[in-house]
């Protein structure tokens, strides 16, 4: 087992792929992070299922930026928004679906087995 648990494994894939999608689309940033994430279950002998549902509910919760999702583009401009509005609102809402995704993915998708 790792020094801070597999939850922190868990965690650590959710917190980079957040803020790689911060700053690029949400798409690309997974299809770089998929190859990263297996070979981290492999080596870690952790399922790959959960690793990889962890990065799509990162990806699919990315609402720090305007940047992550083209809805969020189309939005911003009739919307009146600026680029600090998603971080007043994406930054709490990101740290709440981190948190409820680190207690209900893996009774879904456990970690090892």
Known sequence: SQP?????ILAAIFIIVTIGCTIMPAAAFV????PIVLQTADTLALSPYALMMTMAVAAAG???SP??????VMIMGPGGYRFADYAKVGIPLTILILIVTLFVLPVFWPLRG
Do not use: E, Q, R
Request: glycine content about 6%; cysteine-free; overall charge negative.
């Open 4 to 8: 801070f648990g597999d939850t922190a």
């Open 62 to 64: 990315s609402f720090n």
């Open 31 to 34: 299809v770089l992070m998929a």
């Open 67 to 72: 940047i992550a999702h083209p809805a969020n």
